[in-house]
């Protein structure tokens, strides 16, 4: 059995590497057929990832893998959008699933708990554990004793910002404090709207990965989990997430936010942004990849801490997607050629590189000791610092009526009495934790001496 990684340790590991991951939209590439010497039929091995800002090299390495392998696999790479957990369900209820499913932490549980997801003990070799030993993380890429999958790279999260845009507004600074923001948004907007720059944005055709890249980071450098869970008590109690709320409420108001915000997906955001068109928004390290090579800009641009509720740093900004990367699905009929290919996407020269390109921050201890850092423009500010760190896992439930994201994002454009909205999802959500954890889905336990600052320099 494998060893379930304990403490935070793996923020130590982070700060010897570098940056980014993350993606959506819609598009397909089946490589080219191998040419080598091959045995016995040709297998065909599904890939399905929501990553955009990778999707090149990874294109690259899939025909190097079908062009070299000698068991005449090959491997057909398909890149989809936000809609991503969706669309996985809809394969595994067609009986059309994909072989190899790319996992992250935000839904490496769900994929498990749905049994789309194939353990992976069988395969692993006494040199993958020696790798791979001190990094795995129960909830994360081990259930119930089983390997799903084994890590390779890490997340940011930061305030993108255009300091273009700031100094013509007259804004010194990268916003501290969520008044700030609220002001900085208005002036940048008063500054540039008839030039349609407005301060704000956030990919809010998806509120909860709007939310999740955004108002999770702000709670979490604020002292509080990120995703409404409070870790002290093991319930979850939204109060601190209504409170961020009050200000991405009173932006919308002020018609700080860019036009069309409920219709915005994350990649015409970041043309937006690319453009010249929008002041600040908060998303994972993947943004400096992005603005390399799939939205090349010539504006000045850089990446800051997500400002605080108050301006005071109380915990730190949680690194994610920091234990999975590729898992095997259950329904593969090749689950024995689906491993070669994970083997080979887990090479040691494939993950350097992968972290040299700036694609993510390595955190397998062997890669980050021997990669270069990543040389691209505004990768500076995503880099890991005491005020990063990997945070406890919070339990994945899932409530009656609307999520939370939804829940809030309405808020936000209609208003209402978000007391009582906070009452209502403080409520559901513990219903579904308590049946939950009463069907052993989940173990909860109150950790009443937690303390979020002592996460800093983790």
Not at 66 to 78: A, H, L, P, S, W
Not at 303 to 327: H, M, Q
Not at 383 to 394: E, I
Not at 400 to 422: R, V, W
Request: contains cysteine.
């Amino acid at each position: 059995m494998w060893k379930k990684a304990i403490g935070l340790s793996l923020g130590v590991v982070l700060t010897a590497g570098l940056a980014g991951c993350g993606g959506s939209d819609t598009s397909k590439d089946s490589a080219a057929a191998s040419t080598a010497p091959t045995a016995g039929p040709k297998k065909i091995i599904k890939y399905w990832t929501d990553d955009r800002h990778d999707q090149e090299y990874i294109k690259e390495l899939v025909t190097k893998f079908n062009t070299t392998n000698k068991d005449n696999i090959e491997v057909e790479m398909t890149v989809l959008s936000e809609n991503f957990g969706q669309s996985v369900d809809v394969a595994f209820a067609g009986n059309q699933a994909p072989d190899v499913l790319r996992l992250k932490s935000g839904n490496a549980e769900t994929f498990y708990k749905k049994g789309y997801i194939a353990p992976l003990d069988s395969y692993t070799t006494d040199d993958l554990k020696a790798k791979f030993k001190d990094l795995l993380i129960d909830k994360v890429n081990i259930f119930d004793g089983k390997l799903v999958s084994l890590p390779n790279t890490g997340l940011t999260l930061r305030l993108v910002y255009n300091q273009e845009l700031f100094e013509k507004a007259g804004i010194a600074k990268p916003p501290a404090s969520l008044q700030e923001m609220v002001d900085d948004a208005k002036k940048i907007t008063e500054m540039g709207k008839k030039d349609g720059v407005y301060g704000f944005a956030l990919n809010f055709k998806s509120p909860k990965s709007a939310f999740d890249r955004s108002i999770r980071e702000i709670l979490s450098l604020s002292g509080y989990q990120g995703l409404g869970y409070d870790l002290k008590t093991a319930q979850f109690d939204f109060a601190p997430y209504a409170e961020v709320m009050k200000y991405f409420k009173q932006m919308n108001d002020d018609g700080s936010i860019l036009p069309g915000a409920a219709t915005l997906d994350i990649d015409p955001m970041r043309a937006q942004f690319a453009a010249g068109k929008i002041g600040m928004y908060l998303s994972f390290s993947t943004e400096p990849g992005v603005y390399t090579d799939q939205f090349p800009t010539k504006i000045k641009w850089a990446g800051a801490l997500a400002p605080t509720l108050d301006g005071t740093i109380k915990g730190t900004s949680e690194i994610v997607s920091a234990g999975t990367w590729l898992g095997i699905t259950s329904k593969s009929p090749n689950k024995d050629a689906a491993w070669e290919f994970l083997k080979f996407m887990y090479a040691d020269d494939i993950l350097t590189t992968y972290h040299e390109k700036g694609f993510g921050i390595a955190v397998v201890p062997s890669i980050a000791a021997k990669a270069k850092k990543p040389e691209i423009p505004g990768m500076d500010g995503f880099l890991v610092g005491k005020y990063d760190s990997m945070w406890p896992v919070a339990p994945n439930v899932t409530p009656e009526g609307a999520n939370y994201a939804d829940t809030f994002f309405k808020y936000m454009l209609t208003g209402g009495d978000l007391s009582a909205i906070t009452k209502d999802l403080n409520t559901r959500y513990n219903t579904a934790l308590t049946k939950a954890a009463e069907k052993g889905e989940v173990k909860v336990s109150p950790d009443p001496s937690f303390d979020p600052a002592k996460l800093q320099g983790k």
